[in-house]
C-alpha cells in the first residue's frame, strides 16, 4: 500500500468513527437537540471525512466531483432537515398540513 | 483467503440486517414505525442490489421502492392516524389462523422452488443455448448499449408499456377515492432556500438519468423517479399541486407515455413490422422517443399519487 491508500484508510476510518459516535449518540443522548446534534455531525463530518478518503481513488475528476456534489446536497438536505425538525420541537411551528 | 473470509462476514452482516429489518417493519404495531422501517429496509435492500451488481435495480430500489414509495405510506399513514383522531373508527382485521397457516405453507413451497432454482443453475445441466447469452449477444442491435435498457425497452418492451398501464391505474385508483387532503402551510425561508435548489437540480439530474441510460445505469423509471421527488418536495413546501399543472394538462402528461409507446408500436405495425419491433437504424431514436415520454407521464404520476386525490 502506497501512502495515498494509508491516508484514504486512515480517513475512512475516521469518518467511519464519526458515524458510529454519532449512532450512539442517537441511541443515549437524553432529549431531542443533543439527539440531532450527534445526527448532524455523523452526516456533516463523517460522510465529509469518508469522501475525502475515497476522492484519491477514484478514476477521473468528473467523477470527484460527482462525490462532492453528493457530499454538499447530504449537507444542504441534513442542515435543512434538522432545522425543520428543531424548528417544530421548539415553536411547534412544523410548516404543517392545514388543518 | 483472508479477503473472501471478510466479503463473506459482510455479505452475512448485508443479508442479515436485511431480514431483521423487514421482520422489524413487519411486527411493528404502529404504522409510523413500519414505514421508517420499511424505508430502512428498501434502503438496505438498494445497497444488496449494488453488491450484487445490478446497479439499476439498487438505483430504482432506493428511489422508488424506499424514496416515493415510503413518502407515499408516510401520508397513507398519516391520513389514517387523523382519521382516527377524528373518531372515524378503523376496524381493525384480524387474519384468521387458516389464511396465516396457508400463507406459511405458500411460502414455504415458494421458498423450496427458489432454493432448487439457485441449486440447479450452479449445478444442473447448462443447455444448449443460454438466454442471457443470447440476449447479450444482440445488445449492438437494439440500438443502446446498456443491456438493462435493451431489455425493458427492445427486447420486452411490450411488458413495459403494461407497466406504464399499472401505474396509470393506480393513479385512477387513487383519484376515484375522493379528494386530495389540504395542502401543506408555505414553507418558512430555510426549506424555500433548499427547495429553490434542490428541485431545479432534480429536474437536471433527471434529464442526465433518461440519457445516460442508453449506455450506463438509469432510465425512464429513475428519471421518472426523480421528477415525482421534486414534486413530492413542492408539495411538502406548500404548493398545493405538488407543481403539476391544471387537470386537463394532468391528464395528457399521465396518458403521454402510454399513447406514445402505443402510437410508436402501432406505426411499427402499419409499416410492415411487429408491434413495437423497432427497425435496426431507428431503435435508438424510438426508445429514445420512447423514454422521453415515459419518464414525462411517471414523473407526473407519482407526483399525483403523492398529492393523493382528485380535484374533488
Known amino acids: 500500500m502506497s501512502w495515498i491508500d494509508w491516508l484514504s484508510a486512515v480517513l475512512v476510518a475516521l469518518g467511519a468513527l464519526f458515524f458510529i459516535v454519532g449512532t450512539v449518540g442517537l441511541l443515549r443522548l437524553p432529549d431531542l437537540f443533543s439527539r440531532l446534534h450527534a445526527l448532524t455531525k455523523a452526516d456533516n463530518l463523517g460522510l465529509g471525512l469518508i469522501m475525502l478518503g475515497v476522492l484519491p481513488q477514484v478514476g477521473g475528476p468528473l467523477q470527484g466531483l460527482k462525490l462532492l456534489m453528493i457530499w454538499l446536497l447530504v449537507l444542504l438536505a441534513g442542515a435543512t432537515g434538522a432545522h425543520l425538525i428543531a424548528k417544530r420541537a421548539l415553536r411547534g411551528d412544523g410548516e404543517d398540513l392545514f388543518e | 483467503m483472508i479477503h473472501d473470509l471478510w466479503l463473506l462476514v459482510f455479505d452475512l452482516v448485508l443479508v442479515g440486517t436485511l431480514i431483521a429489518l423487514a421482520v422489524a417493519a413487519l411486527s411493528s404495531p404502529e404504522p409510523r414505525r413500519a414505514v421508517m422501517l420499511f424505508i430502512a429496509f428498501g434502503l ?31 401520508a397513507a399513514a398519516r391520513r389514517q392516524a387523523r382519521e382516527t383522531a377524528e373518531g372515524q373508527t378503523v376496524v381493525a382485521q384480524r387474519s384468521s389462523p387458516l389464511a396465516i397457516w396457508g400463507l406459511a405453507f405458500g411460502s414455504l413451497i415458494a421458498a423450496g422452488a427458489l432454493l432448487w432454482v439457485y441449486y440447479q443453475t450452479l449445478h444442473g445441466e447448462p443447455g444448449t443455448a443460454r438466454l442471457a447469452d443470447l440476449a447479450l449477444d444482440r445488445v449492438p442491435e437494439s440500438g443502446v448499449s446498456n443491456p438493462v435498457t435493451s431489455v425493458l425497452l427492445n427486447y420486452r418492451a411490450y411488458d413495459t408499456l403494461l407497466e406504464l398501464g399499472v401505474l396509470m391505474a393506480a393513479l385512477m385508483g387513487i383519484w376515484s377515492l375522493g379528494r386530495a387532503p389540504a395542502p401543506f402551510q408555505p414553507a418558512g425561508p430555510a426549506l424555500t432556500a433548499m427547495v429553490a435548489w434542490v428541485v431545479p437540480l432534480l429536474i437536471l439530474t433527471a434529464g442526465y438519468m433518461l440519457w445516460i441510460g442508453a449506455s ?73 422517443a420512447v423514454e422521453s415520454a415515459a419518464t414525462l407521464a411517471i414523473g407526473a404520476t407519482l407526483a399525483a399519487a403523492y398529492v393523493g386525490g382528485g380535484r374533488g
Open chain 2, 216 to 288: 450506463a445505469p438509469g432510465g425512464a423509471f429513475q428519471a421518472g423517479a426523480l421528477l415525482g421527488a421534486a414534486g413530492v418536495i413542492l408539495r411538502l413546501a406548500g404548493h398545493p399541486a405538488a407543481g403539476l399543472p391544471g387537470e386537463t394538462a394532468q391528464r395528457w402528461l399521465i396518458t403521454l407515455g402510454i399513447a406514445v409507446f402505443a402510437v410508436i408500436g402501432l406505426a411499427l405495425m402499419g409499416a410492415g413490422l411487429g408491434f413495437l419491433t423497432y427497425p435496426a437504424g431507428q431503435a435508438k431514436w424510438l426508445i429514445l
Open chain 2, 44 to 74: 438496505w435492500l438498494s445497497l444488496v442490489w449494488a453488491r450484487l451488481r445490478a446497479p439499476d435495480v439498487a438505483l430504482a430500489e432506493a428511489a422508488i421502492g424506499a424514496g416515493l414509495g415510503g413518502a407515499l405510506m408516510l
